[in-house]
């Protein structure tokens, strides 16, 4: 399936490209038809008439030209607002379990009064649930707070958006239900990210022969509903803990249910993208792909005092410890403090790919020189005259969007977290499995083929509770862990850069960390990576550093891949009927492969 618009031709509607040459030419022949009357004008003052006349003209047509783009401004500004409203609005499905538990042990109700068991106040909320409902500011004010943690942006979700479609009509299916298999495999999993945050990313290739991360692929592979990445049906070392996406299926009117797909190239190479071992270049100043990590010290959540004070919102008690080297990313708890905040992410490949490449010091600078690596469709590429800036299809515009689509992919995707879905994070997940095991509360609904997992035996022994470590020790932002926030704004962001781009190159001397010395990069020997793959790779990075924290499922970020995804498509459409430039399309292949144009 592909996505695609009828051809906008490069003429505005109305615009009046013949009509300075015929008024000219209509005063020259009014003065030549007088000098051949008999009139005598002096020839300095015939020319300063003439000059004066076709000026005047000028200025005519300019404002009629200006007239004329003022209204096709306005008229463009309707139609895109009268298709987006013709879009419909699809089913927004959820999983069942709001409903199911009167004790709402399925839902996500961090930050409201929880009792000693850790399970919410009921009446905090129902004034939540009513704030949900009615979408009024006044009634959000009314929701009682266990602690001093503020709920994030219920009601800046709500804003009306005056590019691409508006939050209310994206597709998601619903997430994986508490009691399901697909959310034990995903339990299983996140746990046993957490047991080898500190293993070298050099350790899950093929052929390895580190037992914890062969346990792990094994386990995986027998979890009865997993979706992550597999070759021949089984996962692999080096398919271990990557993304990947999963959309609304189709074929399913209701939206419930989806397709996973493995994107191209995230499973090539390196687990980490090229663009993350990259120096920034930011114009004499550049900004270094090594990172402050967090030293093994920083488990957090384990004890149940400070979980339970977390679930209130109450302020965390731990502190992060830094590691005082800055290295590259070379494990998931390197991956977990970079997706802590990653505030670079928004620009970081769009600056590499247009930069030139310092072959000198392979580490540093960008990838490509110039143009060199923009998109085929990109129409300075063909315009013989006329060169690109940043009013339109260079870096500064590209930037312009990346910002834009980041702000507005937040409102689409808490949209969901606030008002359609409300899933519980893995860190409450994790102490109603506490309970079930260490405090015998069987009405607690966890499936079997999680509870006697390796990953949960080994993280007890390792931590003393069921309870799951976690990175950050604040935990998980204050709003539902369905779908991914971070997630989202990795796909906005790549699939732009993939529309922006050319796909198709290699890049090129491709490095990764040494396993012995993280500080220093070696060259990568391997197949080919290429940009678009890097970009899939770099996107998917983001969101599993959250699940390597512990604050999010793979589910929330594959789904916020594809709603991401959407967005763009959405954004895009419009942007295309603005251009003045003889343009055809935009052109991306999607996170499951499809090719796409618009």
Known sequence: MSTSDSHHTAQPPGAPRSTPRRHF?????AGLAGMAGGATVAPALLGASAAAQAQQGGASAAAGYDAQFVRRAEQLRIDLARASAAVPIPPHPVNGDDALYPN??????RGLPHNARGEVDLSAWNLATAAFASREPADFEKIVLGGARKLVNPIGTLAVSLDGLNAAQFALPPAPTLAGTQRAGEATEIYWVALLRDVPFSEFQDGTRHPDVIAAADELSRAPDFHGPKVNGR????????GAAWYVDGNDRSGRTGRWATPPGVTDGPYISQF????VPLGPQSLSARIRTYTPANEFLTQYDEWLNVQNGKAPAGRIAFDPTLRYIATTRDLAAYAH????????ANQLLGTPLSATQPGYGGIYAGDKSLAPSNPYLKLKTSGGASGTFGPAYFQSLLSLASSLAIRVNYYQKWYEQRI????AFGGLVHHRLANRVTEYPIHESFLGSQALERSRAKNGSYLLPHVYPEGAPIHSSYPGGAAIIAAVTATLLKAFYDESLVIPNPVQPDPSDPTRLVPYQGPPLTVGGELNKF???YGSGRTAAGIHWRSDAAAAYAQGEALVISLLREQKQTFREPFESFAFTGFDGRRIVI
């Not at 519980?424 to 860190?427: A, I, S």
Request: glycine share 8%.
């Open 539 to 541: 996107a998917l990075n």
């Open 276 to 279: 993350l071992y990259r120096d």
């Open 235 to 242: 996962v692999t070392p080096q398919t271990l803990f990557r």
């Open 25 to 29: 030419l209509g005063q020259a022949g």
């Open 341 to 348: 905040a990653a505030v670079a992410f928004s620009f970081a």
């Open 104 to 109: 709402k042990i399925g839902s996500d109700t």
């Open 424 to 427: 519980l994070r893995p860190e």
